[in-house]
Nanobody, 129 residues
Framework: QVQLVESGGGLVQAGGSLRLSCAASGRTFTTFRNYYMGWFRQAPGKERELVAGLMWSSGSIYYSDSMKGRFTISRDNAKNTVYLQANSLKPEDTAVYYC???????????????????WGQGTQVTVSS
């Protein structure tokens, strides 16, 4: 089993920044190397959407079109942690942000939340105007 724990959410004014963290652990999870990681978000009344994805072994990154330019996904191998840097935040970025993981099976990226096996509990990001 894999456990994902997000942190770093909070209340921020419009134009501000946050860095979200996703720490992975688990009895059968010794390395992220064979996994694809995703950051999703879900606003009230809306579907869960992919913000960014990262193939751990290659570092290949995917951003949803609407997220390009203000969000940056990265990883720290030593800490088994994936980050999401969010800049120039807007009130419409208010959502619960989730970290997700799946075993990599060859796709360039995985957009559908149903493609992911493991999920964190989410961290709330609220952007005030």
């Amino acid at each position: 089993q894999v456990q994902l724990v997000e942190s770093g959410g909070g209340l921020v004014q419009a134009g501000g920044s946050l860095r979200l963290s996703c720490a992975a652990s688990g009895r059968t999870f010794t390395t992220f190397r064979n996994y694809y990681m995703g950051w999703f978000r879900q606003a009230p009344g809306k579907e869960r959407e992919l913000v960014a994805g990262l193939m751990w072994s290659s570092g290949s990154i995917y951003y949803s079109d609407s997220m390009k330019g203000r969000f940056t996904i990265s990883r720290d191998n030593a800490k088994n942690t994936v980050y999401l840097q969010a800049n120039s935040l807007k009130p419409e970025d208010t959502a619960v942000y989730y970290c997700a993981a799946r075993y990599y099976t060859g796709s360039i990226y995985y957009v559908d939340p149903n493609d992911y096996t493991y999920w964190g509990q989410g961290t709330q990001v609220t952007v005030s105007s």
